[in-house]
């Protein structure tokens, strides 16, 4: 018996490694068919796995004001990351109870990623008790064909507990910009709001543009390389008479884009973007590698979807740049067209409340059980009604004001569906949001350390 044991052992350690070869050969087939886009799937509500030393995670909220790194592990899908960077985040949305989060996949190592992205953003939602304004506002800005950040619902467990429900945010880096734009070599910067700046010249110093305008890509070129096209685009938007500005600036900036962008905020009802009451705000700007030409690119949308009536020329006569645009006949034809286009593409099979309401019942239930959030169940469900009122009034005022101010732009279609919008008591057309915020502080350092990928069941 103990010999027949003997012959067969061999047999049962070959079967034995060839199944443990097998599994693992599956395993890694699951983790490689895992991308970016399945990540920000926004069909999906996503579960990520924080494991973080309890010390640093106290530590983190007690000084969410710094920007200090703490290592930890990441799981997503089975998938498990390893010496991750974890900081606070954000300015006015800062927070010791319920923190935004960024993670930094090559802060612990030199050219670490994960699914192709260098870092990943957490957005606590503070500012925004419905929770849902900036996913749908993303989702809006990409079908209507703006390059926008990608971004999903996610529960956030902290070592095994429930720390609430997070956005995960796409970080508008070089990445980014190469998915996005097919340029990863351009320069980047992330506009800093620090006071009202409606785009007029500021001079010819060089320093009066760096502390609006923070590098995020090529940060080692030249001050000169870096801010001397910013100052001559300012200076063309300002300067050039009004019969050469179309050409003129258009060497240096991408005016469609521009105009495509600010259409789809007045749709949005944006209070807080590139043409807010309170001067430009949330957003970066792209330089092309080649054409040398700039583009905004949007970013943090908690003040979209703001109020069904938000007049859809706020802001634009303190604008110097929007302002002397639709001064010129063409750009303003092509401005008309585009907010048409915005509403066509909002309402079209009713895509905007039936979004607000698929986000609405993808997350209700973990909204109600976030322990951590800042406003109570009643003050969210208050604050959907309104997004949702928005989503069914808004298209039809945006498409009133376009007949009445721009005229013979109007969709026949949309003319004959539209219902006029209604007054409601107590509203006022003139009411403002809080004032604006800037999403990042940021501070980013590498030490080289290798950042581990493990998949688990």
Not at 106 to 119: D, E, K, M
Not at 292 to 297: A, E
Not at 299 to 309: E, G, H, M, S, Y
Not at 340 to 365: F, H, K, M, P
């Amino acid at each position: 018996m103990t010999l027949m044991s003997d012959l067969h052992a061999p047999s049962r350690v070959i079967r034995a490694a060839c199944l443990l070869a097998f599994l693992l050969l599956l395993r890694a087939g699951s983790v490689g068919a895992q991308t970016a886009s399945t990540l920000f799937d926004d069909r999906v509500l996503h579960t990520l796995q924080i494991a973080i030393h309890s010390r640093d995670w106290d530590r983190l909220r007690s000084t969410y004001l710094e920007n200090d790194y703490y290592p930890a592990d990441l799981t997503w899908n089975g998938i498990r990351v390893t010496n991750v960077g974890v900081r606070s985040r954000g300015r006015t949305s800062r927070s010791g109870v319920k923190p935004g989060l960024e993670i930094d996949f090559a802060h612990y190592s030199t050219g670490g990623q994960f699914l192709g992205l260098q870092a990943l953003v957490l957005d606590n939602m503070l500012l925004d008790k419905s929770m849902i304004r900036e996913r749908v506002a993303m989702a809006f800005l990409r079908r209507f064909g703006v390059p926008a950040p990608r971004e999903s619902f996610a529960t956030l467990f902290i070592n095994g507990q429930y720390a609430g429900l997070y956005a995960m945010v796409e970080e508008v880096d070089s990445g980014f910009a190469q998915r996005a734009l097919g340029d990863a070599n351009g320069a980047l910067f992330e506009y800093r709001w620090l006071r009202p700046y409606y785009g007029e010249y500021l001079g010819d110093d060089l320093d009066l543009y760096r502390p609006l305008f923070e590098p995020r890509a090529r940060e080692y070129d030249s001050v000169f390389n870096l801010y001397d096209p910013i100052r001559e685009l300012f200076r063309a938007i300002n300067d050039t008479p009004a019969g050469s500005f179309r050409d003129a600036v258009g060497l240096r900036l991408d005016l469609a884009a521009m105009l495509r962008l600010v259409a789809a905020d007045v749709l949005l009802a944006e209070a807080d973007g590139i043409v807010s009451f309170a001067g430009m705000n949330n957003f970066y700007l792209h330089r092309h590698s080649t054409t040398q030409r700039h583009q905004f690119l949007p970013w943090d949308k908690d003040f979209a979807l703001f109020q069904w009536n938000y007049q859809i020329t706020d802001g634009t006569s303190q604008h110097a740049l929007i302002r002397r645009a639709l001064e010129d006949p063409e750009l303003r034809s092509l401005y008309a067209g585009f907010l048409v286009e915005a509403v066509e593409s909002a309402t079209d099979a009713g895509w905007l409340e039936q979004e607000v309401q698929r986000a609405y019942e993808q997350i209700r239930e973990a909204v109600l059980a976030d322990p951590v959030k800042p406003y109570t169940n009643e003050e969210f469900e208050a604050e959907v009604a309104v997004v949702i009122d928005l989503a069914r009034r808004r298209p039809a005022f945006v498409l009133s004001e376009v007949q009445r101010l721009f005229g013979g732009r109007e969709s026949r279609t949309l003319r004959a569906q539209a219902d006029p919008p209604r007054q409601v008591e107590g509203e006022s057309r003139g009411r403002r949001p809080p004032l604006p915020q800037c999403r990042r502080c940021e501070s980013r350092t590498t030490i080289d350390a290798p950042v581990q990928f493990e998949a688990r069941q």
